[in-house]
């Protein structure tokens, strides 16, 4: 039975990537390597991301539907719509009874 490892990868590192770290004084060149690599292999797997989402100003659409009884007693419909038909004939020019075109006004 053979045991099998696991093989262990490792990073080469750039010159440039080197004397980057020279340059800032950053001690643990290896260390920077590391994080730099996980974090661009997450962005990678998973693709980029916002870091901030600005919340939206615009109000919530809220519908709120009512079902509403009203219990109407047969007369005091009849009575709304005569109602209602005399505002409607009140609302009508008069016309001339001669069946012309002209319409009558009260002066």
Not at 26 to 42: G, H, M, P, R
Not at 63 to 75: S, T, Y
Not at 76 to 83: L, R, V
Not at 94 to 101: E, L, M, P, R, Y
């Amino acid at each position: 039975m053979t045991l099998q490892t696991k093989k262990k990868y490792s990073l080469i590192l750039d010159d440039e990537f080197v004397q980057y770290c020279q340059l800032n004084k950053i001690d643990n060149i290896e260390k920077l390597a590391k994080e730099l690599f996980d974090k661009a292999f997450t962005q990678l797997k998973y693709g980029d991301t916002p870091l901030f989402i600005k919340p939206s100003n615009a109000p919530a659409k809220v519908v709120i539907e009512k079902k509403v009884e009203v219990n109407l007693e047969a007369e005091k419909i009849e009575q709304i719509k005569k109602d209602l038909k005399k505002v409607q004939l009140q609302n009508k020019p008069a016309v001339n009874k001669n069946n012309s075109s002209e319409i009558l006004y009260d002066e």
